[in-house]
């Protein structure tokens, strides 16, 4: 089976870094992804790993470790337009399948 | 411009009317599939194309059908909907050639049945 977890909500304030966890048991691995969404519309793509370590990409990084079943997605230097959801995703061997943990709900405030 | 084109962006529609959602792609992607988007749930796969005239049921299949006769394109039919499938629905897209780019997603379709 899989199984995709991540914080439902969190906040932070304008400025400031957060990291958003997500960790997974799925059926093979070939890669993780991190998506962003505003409310009502279609997810975009932030990044993506697949061997472990630091992938960074301006004010954001992803982090992945294979054998912890564990990535986080870093946030840094925040702005309001950051308030958004972020998708976690794993794409299990051999697929294009992608399965979706239910998001994180990030606030930021002023 | 790149991207993936869903139709109608709003629906709200009887129970039991059948209805199409059309979802189309300009990137000559091999693989599409369609998802919707629940609170709580997240994004549930309904069914997926691997190519054309190759469909297969997702995570979410009971009360939809697919078909994939044109490699661009892969609309959704409900044959007769139900309250319970009021939904915000996505139509996505990817390719061996950009899989490091996991998915292009459409606008999505929001749809209501009363």
């Known amino acids: 089976g899989q199984n995709i977890d991540q914080p439902t909500e969190m906040t932070a304030t304008e400025g400031a870094i957060v990291q958003i966890n997500c960790t997974y048991q799925?059926?093979?691995?070939?890669?993780l992804f991190w998506y962003q969404q505003h409310a009502g519309e279609a997810p975009t793509f932030l990044s993506y790993?697949?061997?472990?370590g630091l992938e960074e990409k301006g004010r954001f990084s992803s982090f992945l470790s294979r054998s912890k079943g564990y990535s986080y997605l870093l946030l840094k230097e925040l702005q309001m337009k950051d308030s958004a959801s972020y998708l976690c995703a794993v794409r299990p061997r051999g697929f294009q399948k992608l399965v979706f943990g239910t998001g994180t709900r990030l606030l930021v405030s002023p | 411009e790149a991207q993936v084109t869903q139709n109608p962006r709003y629906l709200i529609t009887v129970t039991g009317k059948k209805l199409t959602v059309t979802c189309s792609q300009n990137?000559?992607?091999?693989?599409m599939s369609w998802y919707r988007q629940d609170p709580g749930l997240g994004l549930r796969q309904i069914y997926y194309?691997?190519?054309?005239?190759?469909?297969d049921k997702g995570d979410v299949p009971e009360g939809y059908k697919v078909s994939r006769k044109e490699k661009r394109n892969f609309p959704l039919i409900l044959e007769s909907p139900s309250p319970n499938q009021t939904s915000l629905y996505f139509c996505?897209?990817?390719?061996?050639?950009?899989?490091?780019?996991?998915?292009?997603f459409g606008s999505g379709t929001r749809l209501t049945v009363v």
């Open positions: 990137m000559n992607h091999e693989y």
């Open positions: 194309s691997m190519n054309v005239e190759v469909t």
């Open positions: 996505a897209s990817s390719s061996a050639t950009t899989g490091n780019y996991g998915y292009t």
């Open positions: 790993n697949v061997l472990d």
């Open positions: 799925t059926s093979g691995f070939n890669g």
